[in-house]
């Protein structure tokens, strides 16, 4: 646990306008609903506002909207867009507290011949750095990490502990994967050939753009013929397969367990709910947003919000529901039959 | 293959009724319906009576109810609960043929200075553990096992070979992690921002009680300001991801593929289904079962099963009625109307 | 990137009728839109046929019917199926460019004793071969392996760095093993007692036939009594979940995301799109093909094609029908009772 910083030092190295007492020591970063006397909290969605009269935050970050009613009860930092100042706090916090990897190779990593790693990288126990792999400026390889054989890591790029990037794939600056992603595993191809498959190997690789977060345990798959695409700023989450020679677009964020399958291209600014799951060779244009458990199977050519579940109920209702379901097309048929009768009554 | 017990040796170690002789041969455990002469079974749902009849097994565990039955074919061994008996003797059984880890640490594993490890505890080959974690007696950390500065692992835990276990995350005693967890990797926290995403660093960790059990592949995030909290006797399976700060109610059991929002709670002694999705910031109580494939889009506050899943069909049949579904609030509009005509009729 | 082959060397080693100039240059293969002048292409989908007349490529893999159009334009290739055709030239293209892995154990790996390493095998960086474990003539160990004690590695079989081949399982001949696998951790098998969970051990194995090949982070679970096991020439993509004591049969290709729970039986020749989900203990028979994102919830006992997926729209139509289908069973209802009346009248 480091010293409490002073509300002033994150004004100072945040911005903001403070009010109130710069000396109040921060402790912690909180939620209203379960901060202490030693916490700095924030409001960004003013439903929560109510929270600002029972919090004991010691203080709290809030829009202009909110500042007279947070100085009111004590030390407030004024800020436009109280969301992202938290955010930047959290960064600022963590580099507070997290000891920065040390450059240099850790003596139990194996570094094959003819990879270049920067001095002021930092290689942790037992990586594997293959033949040709580079290793920019400042970026972090973590305990256990495999990079292929002529693989790229962008400057100031971290891979938490246990991430795979394979041979010849690239990724750019300040990126981050974690622990068990997969960067580069083939594609699923065969052709099939007298009722087995024949492998059509996967000769492409992986790219990933500048400033990309990439989940545990997700796996990106190397491209068929061309490469597989990440763009600038995509950020996805955990345990999403990504298939071969498929395109995300710039600053697309990609919740947990969502499929896409392979060639699909999906546009910039989209976000995609969990487990959705994208068909092959469509297209999503930017600015698409695609709910939670969604299936996308065909093309979406228009921006907006799209979605498709089934809705959950007690079980004994969806039971019924759920039968009838399989005949709503006779259904139909019946419901026509009876509109067509009824016509012709007078 | 380690030397065949004798009957009356188990029902020594595990309790039960013996009927027949104790002397009798066991080789290996078995369904009833693939049982051999040195197989011992069990009978735990009364729908498979029939197979007492036919199963070649040396001796079988039975409820009292089928005690005379077992007993009139060979050995048998009467007890009130036969499925707790069976997964008692499968326990019994595994610690007899699978040798014991060895305790002390691997010359291959890397210790940062700091960490504390038990002598009773098994370090395996190319173990990574961090500065200031600690490994409680009996503990074992399989082959390549990744243990984070701060880390605890409690007593007797064990951890199969290739798991994560990220900084400042605790597990408690007597659980069980599975090759390819992930336990602390971020939460997927990001600020809007000018069309662009600004990271949250997730300054929380994960706190995981006893008895827990946790499947291959599986991701457990850290929490953003809060801890994710994993109470005792929770049992999830493979490839399960579960966002930061979400709580699971001890004795809840979770099976693959399920994806959990962030800030979902859920309750104590609920089950939930393959590949169940159940969305952030919900409320799910005790008592509450969830079908598979089913998404949760809303809190759950009384205890029940609940169910949402598209019933499947042969293509064609399903195409006309995916078809029509898309029609169906048309259908129940045209309903209405013919409801209404058929009103006025005399 | 190594010397471009002649196409004359190319139809040498895989056959074919050669049509123009075999001494054409191919630095490259690649689909034919984004072909370039040193490029080798394909025509497997008569789709694309008049792509033959705009593409760049140096020389094309055709059909018959499509030799001489293609001929007309420049080097061609004719085989009667060009998509296998062009599956086979990755294979000998990959060959020629991927430098064969080295025969040997790398000095970083650890090898318990007891353990066989067949000499021509390949054991990479910080590999671990359990005691007893079996590794077969040409087999590759990728940096980071585990094969587990007693387990078995067949002839010519790739691990990908980064797998785990737990204890006792065995995968036999030419098979492919993708990054992040786990083979062999335990099934999910649990008594209920008192509101608790007591563990069933999971006494079996896993066993894995010839030609298969297993995805990035994909699960398949050891058998409770009995092994899990995967036929002969199984293709499984990324992520996916295969249960214990689950039966795959041969030829059978499952798509990335699938969760296939216990027991369940799927056959020969059958395709399953991805995210679908086949819940535990049913049979799925010879040649089913099952659709994206399909729940299969009972056994499907005839050849074809099934299909269960919520169709998607955009939120504000889904929104409606999805309320609607709420009260799908009482809509049947209202719809029968109008039935009944117009029945009843003249």
Known sequence: MPAPARLGEIVAALGGELRGDGEVAISRLAPLESADAGSLSFLANPRYAAQLATTLAAAVIVAPAFADAAAARGAAVVSPEPYLYFARLTQWWAARQRPAAAAGVHPSAVIEPGARVHPSASIGPLVVIGAGAEIAAGAVIGAHGIVGAGAMVGEGTRLHPRVTLADHCRIGARGILHSGA?????????????????????????????????????????????????????????????????????????????????????????????????????????????????????????????????????????????????????????????????????
């Open 182 to 346: 997969v960067i580069g595993a083939d594609g699923f191809g065969f052709a099939p050939s007298q009722g087995r498959w024949e492998k059509i190997e996967q000769l492409g690789a992986v790219r990933i753009g500048d400033d990309v977060e990439i989940g545990a345990n997700t796996c990106i798959d190397r491209g068929a013929l061309d490469d597989t695409l990440i763009e600038d700023g995509v950020k996805l989450d955990n345990l999403i397969q990504v298939g071969h020679n498929v395109r995300i677009g710039a600053y697309t964020a990609i919740a947990g367990c969502v499929g896409i399958a392979g060639s699909a291209r999906i546009g910039r600014h989209c976000t995609v709910g969990g487990a959705a799951i994208i068909l092959g060779h469509l297209e999503v244009v930017d600015h698409v947003h695609i709910s939670a458990g969604t299936a996308v199977t065909r093309s979406i050519r228009k921006p907006g919000t799209y979605s498709g579940l089934f809705p959950f109920d007690d079980n004994a209702s969806w039971e019924k529901n759920a039968a009838t379901l399989r005949q709503l097309y006779s259904l139909r048929d019946r419901l026509r039959a009876l509109e067509r009768r009824q016509a012709q009554q007078p």
